[in-house]
């Protein structure tokens, strides 16, 4: 083990249990999980997590009290060939702590969110015995992503990006027999392969960027590889940007951006909470991570900032439209967070690094606020719909936990679990829901909070945070800052959409009428998030005196000044998004959807809305430019190349023909047949003849016997005399 | 003094009365007596040998008249053991024509 330069105080000596911890709560779950009750499988993996965020939290502190020096501890040797020196070594300093703080903080909350919601969750999936499996997943993920943003090389952080991937992957598809409505169908597992094969091609960029840092640079380590970057740039400034446009190709997979964001929606196929979790607060925001750990490089090289920038507030727009076409309220949700994400991506691009990550941290806030939200939503829904499946005679359950409890205990009743649904019913569409204000309020307030933070109202956090980001971009690139401008204003726009539909009006279905609210384990976690999307604006105030997160990550990313407020942008951003939620309460608010109703954005905006609804047919898009075509090729080269060329005409006509002539002709009938053959059975027939021969003489008689024995005696002794 | 062919010629002639005998004859006491006459014929021959060695050579010379001895010897065991397996065969087979005796099997 060894710290960097002097010996400093602090906590250092705890890094490796950001892994180990959860690491550890995963090995006890898989041990004993099977047999444990789900409580005690939650507690286990939620104080894993738990204990991870407060290793964090210690190593933040020791930072601070070190004055934000960065510490590099190592814990064991990796890989050394060569020039190669690779170690797992944890690097702390306050870009990764504030990482590793948002990252275990909101994870720990959604643990517990998750122990009430996949309680419910196995119930109505009738496979109580994947309860366990879920939070194995989650503390693989916690540790995973710890990996991610502790790394002190890129190929660590690669490490720990991959293994995201995984985790992602094993957990959209965690209901892999099953599409959303539960129904049987591979629609989940094919959403968990198309989120792993995209972000195969983002990894491919990343990778390709890693080699060209180890040519170029001659080191993955984040120091090494700065100090010889400036060089590199007089040298041969493309090498730099080569680097840094690929590494965007892994951001934009990873991170959602155009125009590999098509798997996040699709991401939703997996459980809320990892929604919330991996597809919205953390796991995503690994590319923001990405980019703004590698600054020095990007710094050095403006036009692929600017690339950056450009691709993020286009995805920042174009993910909005989408948004405001959709039905599903997770989906509108993946789109929004895809939408966000183009604003991180955009201001780190833009050299607003800290802008960037203050919006990461209020963003994980206040969307797994929404998505934990919806989700509980759905639950209400689902709680609905079960209860009318089931029949009204329990009399009308009482609110909260207890009301729960009791639906539930009414499905382990005899062995009618296995009921089909009458219909297929689908929670998670706005247009079943409506109404749920009066059935789930506390449900209902804490989607309120989260909308005003992402909508951007003052004083919840997504104000400042959004603020900022448009504010460094109105100073820097005035056609990104309309970009997202116009961006905000959407967001506002689906986001008081949202609200009308699902919480006001009338219930459009029978469920919504019957939804009921979550139990505390769900609500509490909320309401902590609800309060950290309220006040989490204060980390970094734009006032004198105030801007602590730029300080802090000024530690890491060099001091940078605070940019005041500016009441010109705050004011043109909070005034288009009132008016957005005003327009919005025009259309869905005032006039409440009616059941079947098409939505009244479809008549006055025509084919743009059924742009909007489709997804602009990007998938379509994708299938038509790459998939098909891939398809094609394959099964040409398959059933053309291989099958038929390769296997029926090589190997079977002339590989298999040429032997078996072969074999036939020359071996067979000539060697074999009349050389091989012919002499075993001329051996045969001759031992037989003579055989035949010399058993007349052996005849038993004495005086044959006598008579050659002398015959022998003549013979020698004649040959004796004669010779 | 009758010259050494003329014994050698008898004894030739004695032995091939007695390898005729056991090569044609069926009774095994015929046989036996074929044999004895061959083994006396060698006999003759020996002694006819020893006597003309004992005339030309200076010192007495009886090697040949001492292994006919041992021969005389031989025949009478020989005789004794074969007649004995004749009675035994007899005593099974009801019969001792040298030509039923053609499988080892008692």
């Known amino acids: 083990m060894h710290l960097s330069e002097s010996v400093v105080n602090g906590f250092f000596f705890l890094a490796p249990w950001l892994v180990f911890a959860p690491v550890t709560g995963l090995l006890i779950n898989l041990i004993f999980g099977r047999q444990w009750s789900e409580k005690m499988v939650g507690t286990v993996a939620s104080l894993a997590s738990g204990a991870a965020f407060v290793v964090s939290a210690l190593l933040a502190y020791s930072v601070s009290i070190n004055h934000g020096e960065a510490v590099r501890w190592r814990l064991a040797e990796w890989i050394h060939i060569g020039t190669l020196n690779l170690d797992w070594t944890f690097r702390i300093d306050s870009l990764s702590t504030t990482m590793m703080l948002v990252v275990s903080g909101v994870g720990t909350l959604i643990h517990i969110y998750a122990i009430g919601y996949m309680h419910e969750d196995v119930r109505f999936k009738n496979d109580e015995g994947r309860f366990n499996r879920f939070f194995i997943f989650l503390n693989l993920f916690i540790a995973a992503m710890m990996i991610l943003v502790s790394g002190d090389s890129f190929i660590m952080l690669f490490v720990g990006w991959e293994g995201v991937g995984l985790c992602s992957f094993l957990l959209i598809g965690f209901w892999f027999e099953m599409d959303t409505l539960a129904r049987p169908s591979w629609a989940n597992s094919n959403a968990a392969k198309k989120a792993f094969i995209v972000n195969r091609i983002g990894d491919f960029g990343f990778l390709i960027a890693g080699f060209l840092m180890f040519w170029y640079l001659g080191s993955f380590q984040f120091d090494e590889v700065f100090k010889a970057a400036p060089d590199v740039a007089e040298s041969a400034p493309w090498v730099i940007v080569a680097i840094t446009l690929f590494m965007l190709v892994g951001v934009a997979g990873k991170s959602a951006q155009i125009p590999l964001y098509v798997w996040l929606p699709d991401a939703m196929a997996g459980p809320t909470p990892v929604s919330a979790l991996i597809h919205a607060a953390t796991m995503v925001t690994a590319g923001v991570y990405l980019v703004t750990r590698s600054a020095p490089l990007y710094t050095l090289v403006p036009q692929a900032q600017y690339i950056v920038a450009v691709v993020g507030a286009g995805t920042a727009l174009f993910a909005a439209t989408i948004a405001v076409g959709q039905y599903d309220i997770k989906k509108v949700l993946a789109y929004s967070t895809i939408s966000q994400l183009g604003f991180m991506v955009a201001a780190v691009g833009m050299g607003a690094y800290v802008a960037g990550m203050f919006h990461l941290i209020t963003h994980a806030f206040f969307k797994a606020l929404l998505f934990l939200s919806a989700g509980s939503a759905i639950l209400g829904m689902e709680r609905g719909h079960h209860h009318l499946a089931h029949g009204h005679h329990e009399g009308k359950p009482a609110r909260g936990k207890k009301s729960s409890k009791e639906t539930h205990d009414d499905s382990h009743h005899g062995e009618v679990r296995r009921v089909e649904p009458i219909e297929t019913f689908d929670p998670g569409d706005m247009r079943n829901m409506g109404g749920l204000r009066k059935s789930m309020p506390v449900t209902f307030w804490l989607y309120i909070i989260g909308t005003l933070a992402l909508a951007g109202i003052f004083p919840f956090a997504g104000f400042w945070s959004k603020d900022e980001i448009l504010l460094d971009s109105s100073l820097h690139f005035q056609n990104i800052y309309w970009l997202l401008t116009i961006a905000a204003f959407l967001t506002a726009f689906y986001m008081g959409r949202q609200i009308w539909m699902v919480f006001f009006g009338e219930p459009r279905h029978a469920a919504a009428a019957h939804a009921q609210e979550s139990p505390k384990v769900i609500t509490v976690p909320l309401m902590i998030l609800a309060g950290l999307s309220v006040l989490g604006g204060a980390l970094n105030l734009p006032f004198e005196g105030f801007h602590n997160l730029g300080h802090w990550l000024g530690y890491t990313l060099g001091e940078v000044e605070g940019l005041p407020l500016d009441l010109k942008i705050a004011g043109i951003s909070t005034a288009l998004a009132l008016l957005a939620i005003l327009i919005s309460w025009f259309i869905y608010g005032r006039n409440p959807l009616r059941a079947h109703q098409p939505d009244p954005l479809k008549k006055p905006l025509g084919f743009i809305f059924t742009g909007m609804e489709n997804k602009w047919f990007v998938d379509e898009g994708y299938f038509a430019v790459f998939i098909n075509p891939f398809n094609k090729i394959s099964q040409f080269l398959a059933d053309v190349i291989d099958w038929r060329f390769w296997h029926d005409f090589v190997h079977d006509t002339v590989i298999l023909g040429t032997y078996n002539w072969l074999s036939e002709i020359a071996l067979d009938r000539y060697a074999d047949q009349k050389g091989i053959d012919a002499f075993a059975n001329w051996l045969g027939d001759a031992t037989q003849s003579v055989s035949a021969t010399l058993r007349k003489v052996q005849n038993g008689f004495v005086r044959s016997y006598a008579l050659a024995v002398m015959l022998g005696v003549v013979l020698i002794l004649g040959y004796l005399i004669l010779k | ?106």
């Open chain 2, 1 to 106: 003094m009758v010259p050494v062919d003329y014994y050698i010629v008898l004894s030739a002639i004695l032995f091939t009365l007695g390898a005729l005998g056991v090569l044609i004859r069926r009774n095994p006491l015929i046989i036996f007596m074929s044999i004895e006459l061959m083994l006396n014929a060698g006999n003759l021959a020996f002694v006819a040998f020893g006597r003309s060695y004992e005339i030309a050579g200076q010192q007495p010379f009886f090697t040949g008249q001492i292994f006919v001895f041992f021969v005389i010897a031989v025949a009478a065991a020989e005789v004794a053991v074969g007649l004995a397996l004749i009675v035994e065969i007899f005593k099974t087979k009801k019969n001792i024509n040298i030509d039923e005796m053609n499988s080892l099997k008692g």
